[in-house]
């Protein structure tokens, strides 16, 4: 068994689908199980339903949802021959879900009806795709993955119910048959049959999962990319090829922000040293970047910038020093609020915490520590991590910055500074 994942861009057109078709094809004479992500900017577009449903803006939220789903039937009808009828029908019952729900009034929380609304993105691509497939004469079965995967309920960032996933898997398809089988990634269900997701960009996640239980020969993912490139290529034209890469390494490139590999998708790998392949879907014979123990040396600097970044500057009310009880008490309210700092500085009486500028969360954070901490926000930060960083590499990047602090080991710089 190898295991595929294809992201949203490897299925944003028909072509897309088609070539994605031709990659399946040529690798058809193993057992595969494919994830495959929402197409193109799905995703991007059902936040912004969720977001007008939950601001009470109904017909707003309908007409949103509307677009979305003139989008997968405009590309069904284009893929679509023979099966395009069965297909429909299978289609219309993902829009029925979610505009039961649209038409209703929200009185959960917001994260529970991201979940709700933004899992039918990743289920409306493998219907489709799924259907191409066998009309093209590449039999799979198509799974709903919400069948298989059994999360926690938190909603947005779900933790996996591991022995129960396991039980669930021994009953679906997978463990009596093979061949080729299609499912979702970044989603999963709980014990109510409530969809829920694993975080943004989780079906790298839901990929490992699977080559781990399936105890996969490897884990492709495919991307727009020939591999793992040194920096993102579209804000740094000069980022360089890296054609190989240990696990740790890759653990701390995704824990600072980079946006190739998924931050837990390492772990189910590691555990059962199973290889990760970065491949580009474009260029499928290209050898990509293979991710293994093997630890890969004179690695080039590795370059991430995270943007939309606030400082927390938080300060003891009376000088006393920033001890154990206020630093516990602190991390129990990130916990709560479901947030993770992308960096902390400490000193005698203060603490500084930068986050992803998540307004609602970050409003939380602030009135909770207020109890015990003076606490003042700084918006608008840009914050740059090189990984084996040269100081002139450093220098250069910061080079008129207004630079607020900087970490540094020797192996990673992190710089904060004004946008």
């Not at 991430?304 to 009880?325: A, M, N």
């Not at 500084?352 to 608008?380: R, T």
Request: hydrophobic share 40%; proline share 3%; aromatic share 10%.
């Amino acid at each position: 068994m190898k295991v595929f994942k294809f992201g949203g861009a490897s299925v944003s057109s028909v072509d897309r689908i088609k070539n994605v078709g031709e990659i399946i094809r040529q690798n058809s004479d193993a057992s595969l199980m494919i994830i495959i992500s929402a197409m193109g900017k799905t995703t991007n577009a059902l936040e912004k339903v969720v977001d007008s449903f939950f601001a009470g803006k109904k017909e707003e939220a309908l007409s949103l949802f509307q677009a979305v789903k003139q989008n997968h039937l405009t590309t069904a009808k284009y893929l679509l021959i023979t099966s395009y009828n069965q297909t429909l029908e299978e289609l219309v019952n993902f829009f029925t879900e979610v505009e039961w729900l649209l038409h209703d009034k929200p009185v959960q929380d917001y994260d529970y009806y991201y979940d709700q609304v933004v899992c039918v993105g990743e289920l409306l691509s493998t219907c489709i795709v799924s259907a191409y497939l066998n009309e093209s004469g590449i039999t799979n079965q198509w799974l709903d993955v919400r069948d298989i995967l059994r999360t926690d309920d938190n909603f947005r960032d779900a933790g996996i119910c591991w022995d129960v996933t396991v039980e669930n898997l021994a009953k679906s398809p997978i463990s009596s048959s093979s061949g080729i089988f299609i499912t979702q990634g970044f989603i999963g269900s709980t014990d109510e049959n409530e969809s829920t997701t694993l975080g943004r960009e989780g079906s790298d996640y839901s990929a490992a999962i699977f080559a781990n239980l399936l105890n996969a020969q490897s884990l492709t993912i495919w991307k727009d990319v020939e591999g793992v490139m040194s920096a993102d290529p579209k804000e740094f034209p000069a980022a360089t090829f890296i054609d190989a890469l240990s696990y740790n390494e890759v653990i701390e490139m995704a824990f600072y922000g980079a946006q190739v590999i998924h931050p837990k998708t390492i772990k189910p790998l590691q555990n059962k040293k199973i290889p990760l392949l970065v491949k580009c879907f474009t260029n499928p014979s290209a050898a990509g970047t293979i991710i293994s123990l093997k630890n890969a040396k004179g690695l080039p600097p590795i370059v991430v910038v995270k943007q939309f970044q606030v400082l927390l500057h938080l300060h003891t009310h009376d000088f006393s020093f920033v001890g154990e009880k206020p630093m516990s008490r602190f991390y129990e309210i990130l916990s709560e609020v479901k947030i993770k700092p992308n960096l902390i500085q400490t000193g005698a009486v203060s603490l500084q915490v930068c986050f992803d500028d998540k307004a609602e969360k970050i409003d939380k954070i602030a009135v909770a520590a207020g109890d015990f901490f003076e606490v003042q926000l700084e918006k608008g930060l840009t914050l740059l991590t090189i990984r084996h960083y040269t100081k002139e590499l450093l220098e250069e990047m910061c080079l008129g910055k207004d630079v607020v602090f900087r970490q540094q080991s020797k192996e990673t710089v992190q710089v904060l500074y004004h946008a």
